[in-house]
Nanobody, 124 residues
């Protein structure tokens, strides 16, 4: 049974930082591309960042480029999202997702497994 468990969310002031983690189990983690998506109330799920299975190719949404960094540790079956210079517009539930194809994608439906999410709230 595949499980993705996010952690690291919380309340932070604008300009602050948070580091999200997503621990994966039940899958061959090093064969999967991983992504982070977010969903704010009343809005559709939005692509944030993705990383390929090897960890040498990263893609970011325009809104997060230069502020967020995705990384992974295949030895620990974990993917991370370092978020700096946070803005109130970043407030959302953040989900990690695993894609059986090892290359990155910005399309939510192309991912096979999803975590429950962790809340990130940025106050102004």
């Amino acid at each position: 049974q595949v499980q993705l468990v996010e952690s690291g969310g919380g309340l932070v002031q604008a300009g602050g930082s948070l580091r999200l983690s997503c621990a994966a189990s039940g899958l061959t983690f090093s064969s999967y591309a991983m992504g982070w998506f977010r969903q704010a109330p009343g809005k559709e799920r939005e692509f944030v960042a993705a990383i390929n299975s090897v960890g040498n190719i990263r893609n970011y949404a325009d809104s997060t480029k230069g502020r967020f960094t995705i990384s992974r540790d295949n030895a620990k079956n974990t993917v991370f999202l370092q978020m700096n210079s946070l803005e109130p517009e970043d407030t959302a539930v953040y989900h990690c997702a695993a894609r059986q194809i090892p290359i990155t994608s910005k399309i939510p439906s192309s991912y096979n497994y999803w975590g429950q999410g962790t809340q990130v709230t940025v106050s102004s």
